[in-house]
Structures are given as C-alpha cells and as structure tokens.
C-alpha cells in the first residue's frame, strides 16, 4: 500500500511537471488587471515597498508541481461535498489527468475562471442559519494553491492577539491569554458579535487590503473572480457583490486580513483583546470604560470596514456574564462551560439516545463514546468536574429510559431486571407501571440494575473520569501554569 501511494505520487509529480514546463514554453503572461478591482490597482501601484515587490511572480509558485501536490492532498484528505458540478474529490485525480496542461496555463495566464459555489444553509449553535458555499473540487484545489502560497506571506503579520485558522494557534491559546487579561483584573467584556460577517465582506476593501502586499496581478485577478463568484441556490444563480462565504480552503485567510485592521487599531488605542475568527473579546476595567470603547469600536467597524455590529448579540458586561469559545470565564480566570455549550451538548446527546431510533442499545453506546469525550477535551482546562458528574448522571438516566424501552414487553422487563439482582416484586412493579419512562428511569429497580459499574461494563465513557484523566500529572497537553489570584 505504501509502494502504490508513493508511486501514485510520482505520477501527480509527473502529470503537474509536464503541464507546468508546457505553459512556460508557451510564454503564459504574468501581467493584467484585477477586472472590476479599479481601487486595488490604484493602490497596487502606489506600494512599492521591497517586500511587495516580490510578489510579482506568485503564480509560479501557485502552479509548481510540489504546491498543487500538497493542494491536491490536503482536498483529499479534507474530502467535503460536491459542488455545482457533482465531481466528488474521489474523481479529481482523473480530472487532473484530463486536464492538467488547461488548468496551469490558465493559473499562469490569469485567466481561471471559477464555478458558481453551492450554496448551502446549516442551523446555527444560537439559532438562526449559516450561508455555507462550496466550492467544486476544482475550485478547492485552486483555492488551496492559493492559500498555500498567500498564508506565510500574510500570517506572520498577523496580530499576536488574533487566533482563529492560523497555523500554530487554537481556541485553547486565545483562552490562555482571555484568562491572564482576567486575572489581571481586566473582568469586564466588550462582547463584539459581527452580523452575518463572512456575507457582508465588501470585496473592494479587502482586494485593497491584499494589494497592499501582493504585486501579482494575476493572482489578484483570480481572487477577484472567487469573491464574485455566484451562488446556485435552488437551481438559480445568484450574483454576489460582497461577502467570502464560508467552505472555501482561502476564506478563513481573507477573513483574517480584512480583520488585521481591526486588529491593528485595537492595538494602537493600547487595548487587551482576544480575536478568533470574527469573536472578539476586548478586555477592560471598568462599565464606563467598556461602554466608550464598544462605541468607538463599533464606529471603526461601520466606517472604515464597512461591517455591520449586531448591536442585540453584542454587550459590555461581567466576565462571568458572557461566554468566549464556549467557556465562562470567572473570577481570577477561572475557565468553567458556558451555559449555552451545556446546553447544545445535552441537545446533541438527546438526539443519539432518542428511543425512537431503533438501533441497538451498543451502538448508542458507541454513538456517544464517539462524540462526548471529544467534546470534553476540548475543555480540558475547565474547572467543571462537578458539571461533569451531573452530565454524567443525567446522561445514564436517559440511557436507561432507552435500554428499559428496548425491553418492550413487561415481561422482557422483568427478565431484565431481575437478572440484575432487582427482587421480583419490585420488578413486576415496574413493569407494571403508567408512569412515563423518565421517571422510570429514576426509579430505585432502574437504578440498582443499571448501576455505574453497569453501565462502565457496557463500555459508556465517563465524562468526569475522562477529564479528570485529561489533568493528570504527566498526562497533560498544553499545559498552563497556574497563577496566583491575589
């Protein structure tokens, strides 16, 4: 299997290096506008700093042999849906077979011209829906390509303060330095939610932003035309003139440029902030502080951005108040889970114990061992052993309400119960009553034949014994010290 995979790479190497030396043969041209990016061109002209300056030539590096590998392996492993087009990523290979020699002479000529996305709606955590876009396969390898190239020329740049999609950074550090802020006596929070951000990006500014350091027109011209392209939604494409939808490899990147500006003021006014993604958290010490700064703020986002602040979701308020990537922060930085993460865990839990599901009571067990102590980790530096148990209790009484179901018959019920030391007057009791199947979880025969130790036998992974296994001594990742509170 290895042989085949390193010869299969081979082969890429062979398909891409043909094509490339055939498009350079050919001369492709490496000049060109942005098409409708009057503004970008202007501003593309008036930078001539050094370091944009070698810039000009990316599309060389876009289109190499060793950069559409990567891209091509990255969208494999990624997998995802189809786009407009219905080419699953299992048939790209072929594709690029196909199709190579077009594909990089159109990179090197400026000259690709993107699919329409597919537009796609999931619900979101706090209500509402998301306006995802796919891209077709193709389009995710060339928006790949492109990433690749573009993020270490952007990302060192970066904000020390910003978190969200870049490489070497999580949720987990933004956390880290929310807590420090806290602890230092920072414990009130600007909680700045942007409305609809990914479809309210304004194309010009953020082609703008990214001729400021990048000199390739070619490239610039192939970003345009990925912002602008339409969405099928329903059969019928819709003309885009702002926004980056989400699902796109490069939309995590320009959504971190455009919001460097946002960034770079925040540091300039000297203010303590966290930013992942579109969340962002500033840290101050007083209300009337918090007040002024959430104004003044919400005014640059407006006016210079060109961004909507949602002025409902968005609030000046206690730490403890609000929520950040799903935890509460507390007094000195205590980390905690946040009521509405609580809340959409027991959502996603309820949904894999339905009784009406029909599956085997195992695979249910094997459904949440899946998910729930993924989840846990995730809040590994939480103080919440005793949210935890109270999870875990909750989460055996609906385990039983589903297993006591399963028996279907009063007298399955009885076997099963009394073949679990339940005495048989009890059990019939059971079996025997009108009483909802919550409460007949909660009842002492459900309890003494499904116990802890019962439910560990059936292979159910505790949520408190899998976080307090998390923080162990020895057993810890990205481990934080501990700082004093006074």
């Not at 091509?72 to 080419?87: E, F, H, I, L, T």
């Not at 690709?112 to 999931?122: A, S, T």
């Not at 955590?125 to 389009?139: C, E, K, S, W």
């Not at 939309?251 to 000297?270: C, I, T, V």
Request: charged share 30%.
């Amino acid at each position: 299997m290895g042989v085949e995979r390193q010869q299969g790479g081979a082969d890429q190497r062979d398909l891409l290096d043909e094509a490339l030396l055939a498009a350079r043969r050919h001369g492709a041209p490496g000049e060109g506008g942005t098409g409708a990016g009057a503004s970008e061109e202007r501003q593309a002209s008036a930078a001539g700093s050094q370091e944009r300056a070698l810039t000009w030539q990316l599309m060389e590096e876009v289109a190499s042999s060793a950069n559409l590998n990567q891209a091509y392996k990255r969208v494999k492993a990624n997998d995802g849906a189809a786009g407009v087009d219905g080419m699953a990523v299992t048939e790209l290979r072929a594709w690029i077979a196909g199709n190579r020699d077009v594909l990089i002479a159109a990179l090197l000529d400026g000259s690709y011209q993107p699919r329409p996305v597919r537009g796609v709606e999931i619900p979101k955590p706090g209500g509402g829906m998301r306006q995802l876009g796919i891209p077709t396969v193709v389009d995710r390898l060339v928006q790949q390509a492109i990433a690749q190239v573009l993020e270490p020329r952007l990302d060192p740049s970066f904000s020390a303060s910003s978190f969200g999609f870049r490489p070497g950074r999580s949720a987990q550090d933004a956390l880290r330095q929310a807590r420090e802020y806290v602890a230092d006596g920072y414990d009130i929070v600007v909680d700045l939610d942007l409305e609809k951000f990914f479809d309210r990006v304004n194309h010009d500014i953020l082609m703008a932003r990214l001729a400021r350091r990048i000199g390739d027109r070619r490239l610039l011209r192939i970003v345009r035309r990925f912002l602008e392209a339409g969405m099928m939604v329903d059969g019928v494409c819709r003309e885009r003139y702002e926004g980056t939808p989400q699902g796109g490899p490069l939309s995590p990147l320009l959504a971190n440029l455009l919001l460097d500006d946002l960034d770079r003021e925040l540091e300039r006014r000297g203010h303590r902030f966290c930013r992942y993604a579109d969340d962002c958290n500033i840290f101050v010490r007083s209300m009337a502080a918090g007040e002024r700064v959430m104004a003044s703020v919400t005014a640059f986002l407006e006016g210079r951005l060109r961004l909507k602040v949602n002025r409902q979701k968005s609030a000046v308020a206690a730490v403890g108040e609000r929520q950040f990537l799903g935890h509460r922060l507390g007094t000195g930085g205590r980390l905690g889970i946040g009521r509405k993460s609580l809340a959409r865990v027991k959502d996603r839990l309820r949904a894999i114990t339905r009784r009406n599901r029909g599956i085997p009571f195992a695979r249910v067990i094997e459904e949440v061992n899946r998910f729930a102590p993924g989840w846990v980790t995730y809040y590994r530096h939480a103080q919440c052993q005793s949210t935890l148990s109270a999870l875990d209790g909750w989460l055996r009484r609906k385990l039983r309400c589903l297993r006591l179901k399963h028996c279907k018959r009063p007298q399955t019920m009885i076997d099963f119960l009394r073949k679990h030391r339940v005495p048989e007057e009890a059990a019939r009791k059971l079996a025997s009553s009108g009483k909802g199947w919550w409460r007949l979880a909660d009842s002492r025969p459900a309890k003494t034949a499904m116990t802890i130790a019962w439910f560990r036998a059936s292979g159910l992974i505790s949520l408190a014994a899998h976080h307090a296994a998390l923080n162990l001594v020895g057993n810890r990742r990205d481990t934080w010290p501990v700082r004093p509170v006074v």
